[in-house]
């Protein structure tokens, strides 16, 4: 059974930075595609950043040179660095992890950017 779970989500000031966690366990493909979605108050979830089967990393326009993702195969986890930090980034964020056609979800991690 594979299992997602997020964590590093907290309360930041704004222009701060914020390093999320997802930890993944189970039998699985260390090098299938993975990534983030977020998901703000009243709206729909989104993409924001994902690493696909050729490990190249990708990321939406609005969090292009503040968010940086990393990874460490070795312990089936993956980083998303977040830095200046606006107000907009204030969200319920989901890591996702796919295997053998399947995609596994977390259980989300609250991030909000408040003074």
């Known amino acids: 059974q594979v299992q997602v779970v997020e964590s590093g989500g907290g309360l930041v000031q704004p222009g701060g930075s914020l390093r999320l966690s997802c930890k993944v366990s189970g039998n699985i493909n260390s090098m299938s595609g993975t990534g983030w979605y977020r998901q703000p108050p009243g709206k729909q979830r989104e993409i924001v950043a994902l690493?696909?089967?050729?490990?190249?990393?990708d990321y939406i326009d609005r969090v292009k040179g503040r968010f940086i993702l990393s990874r460490a195969d070795a312990k089936n986890e993956m980083y998303m660095q977040m830095s200046s930090l606006p107000p907009e980034d204030t969200a319920v964020y989901y890591c996702?992890?796919?295997?053998?056609?399947?995609?596994?979800w977390g259980q989300g991690t609250q991030v909000t950017v408040s003074s």
């Open positions: 996702y992890k796919d295997h053998n056609l399947k995609r596994f």
């Open positions: 690493i696909n089967l050729a490990g190249t990393m």
